[in-house]
């Protein structure tokens, strides 16, 4: 495939901060270096984490932008090999189909006791961050670390691909960590966003995908009464997906004794804080844990379950001249499903 010298992308103009824009720029083509391959971005996921970042939200805790990213967000591509590293030749070659995610490297030392342990990789702390350390997908040609780019299934196309890279390996990650068998319940708490859609979507999405129960936080003044109507004792885990202190607040109320709550939805504020009264922890042996993204093989676990037929994402498309866009729906809560924008034809 011919890689051209130069090529499209969403570029984000001043700070991180509300004021932030994307502006679609043209600017060179990076080769790949010897550990790397260049992927042609057909599509790429709009994650709430790109928006954070993108806007600043995330500051008040400790996550900032670094310059290496040049202004490029984005962190669920999908796409084609075009251009392999020399030390890659035996992994990819042209032609091949790759996914960027979250964790653009790790460094898989064996020293390294995260990577090492074949559980954390997640920790390393030589990891490297797309959109974040690295400039990310929202451009037509991006670089990724050869080693931990995501082979992509023949099965599933790249527009639903894109999003499993981020949001359905989050999703997928934070059900397993509830630590749940097959006839049990679980909650989605938050399941109407891009993210939480891929465990239980809004009252349309859910009912077409075979949730059995929708409950509406807006028009239920106890949510925590519903479930525990709906399941007798309530549920036996709970995936927090929303950010708000009302989807924190509610999760505990949800679940029956020794239930689960997972951590998942990453808060704009410093100040709030997951868990609940103590009492309401010991007299239920609560568990709570947190779940960030996932590994290398929970993103081929993710993908697997694409390729079988049995998870779709509902996306909502769009181009990358889209960025703001899409980010001005996200914040107005007109996402029912996950945004992905098509980025090879801009």
Excluded at 295 to 308: F, P, Q, V, W
Aim: hydrophobic residues 40%; charged residues 25%.
């Amino acid at each position: 495939m011919a890689v051209p010298k130069r090529q499209w992308a969403a570029v984000r103009i001043g700070n991180p901060s509300d004021e932030a824009r994307a502006s679609l720029e043209e600017i060179d083509v990076e080769l790949p270096g010897p550990d790397e391959i260049l992927i042609k971005i057909n599509w790429t996921g709009v994650c709430g984490s790109d928006d954070a970042l993108f806007h600043g939200a995330w500051k008040t805790v400790g996550v900032d932008v670094t310059p290496e990213h040049k202004g490029i967000h984005g962190h669920e591509g999908a796409g084609d090999v075009v251009a392999v590293g020399e030390n890659m030749r035996e992994k990819w070659k042209i032609g091949d189909r790759a996914g960027i995610k979250w964790f653009w490297s790790v460094c898989r030392r064996l020293d390294c006791e995260f990577c090492s342990n074949g559980l954390d990789e997640v920790h390393c702390p030589r990891q490297h961050i797309s959109g974040l350390t690295k400039p990310g997908t929202f451009q037509q040609y991006a670089l990724s670390d050869g080693k931990y780019a995501t082979r992509i299934p023949d099965a599933v196309p790249d527009e639903e691909a894109a999003p499993i890279m981020c949001g359905g390996i989050t999703a997928y990650v934070g059900v397993k960590r509830a630590n749940l068998r097959a006839g049990q319940w679980i909650v989605c708490i938050g399941g109407g966003g891009g993210l939480g859609h891929l465990a239980s979507p809004k009252e349309a999405l859910t009912r077409s995908l075979g949730a059995e129960v929708f409950i509406d936080f807006e028009q239920t003044p106890d949510v925590g009464a519903e479930v525990k109507r709906v399941t007798e004792y309530g549920a036996h885990g709970a995936v927090i997906t929303a950010y708000t202190p009302a989807a924190y607040e509610s999760a505990p109320n949800v679940l029956r004794p020794r239930g689960t709550f997972v951590v998942v939805g990453l808060p704009h504020n410093s100040k709030l804080l997951a868990g609940a009264y103590p009492n309401t922890m010991v007299l239920g042996r609560l568990t709570m844990v947190g779940s960030c993204t996932g590994s290398m093989k929970d993103a081929e676990e993710a993908l697997d379950l694409t390729a079988r037929g049995l998870v779709h994402p509902k996306l909502l498309r769009g181009k990358l001249r889209d960025l703001d866009a899409m980010f001005d729906k996200m914040h107005k809560g007109q996402l029912a499903g996950r945004a992905v924008l098509k980025v090879s034809d801009d």
